[in-house]
């Protein structure tokens, strides 16, 4: 059975830093790549990066791009987000996700139940 569980969320002042973590298990954790999305009540959700099997790729959201930081440990079974210089729109629930083409195709079929970030202005 197949399980992907984020961590590390909470509520942080503007200009903070917060590092989420994604463990997945019951996959062949290098077959695939990894993403972050997040959802704000009232929007459609948003993909915020992606990084393929071998971490050699990684892409993000113009509204992201400069602050936040994907990574992996294949050894471990987990993806990292960290987020810097936050704002109080980037509070969301941030889920993460696995793609099983291994190249940020974007057909995601496991799910975590995400962890919400909050920030405080």
């Known amino acids: 059975q197949v399980q992907v569980a984020e961590s590390g969320g909470g509520l942080v002042q503007a200009g903070g830093s917060l590092r989420l973590s994604c463990t997945a298990s019951g996959l062949t954790f290098d077959d695939y790549a990894m993403g972050w999305f997040r959802r704000t009540p009232g929007k459609e959700r948003e993909g915020v990066s992606c990084i393929t099997w071998n971490g050699d790729q990684t892409s993000y959201a113009d509204s992201v791009k400069g602050r936040f930081t994907i990574s992996r440990d294949n050894a471990k079974n987990t993806l990292y987000l960290q987020m810097n210089s936050l704002k109080p729109e980037d509070t969301a629930m941030y889920y993460c996700?696995?793609?099983?083409?291994?190249?940020?195709?974007?057909?995601?079929?496991?799910w975590g139940q995400g962890t919400q970030v909050t920030v405080s202005s």
């Open positions: 996700a696995a793609d099983p083409s291994g190249i940020c195709i974007g057909e995601y079929n496991y």
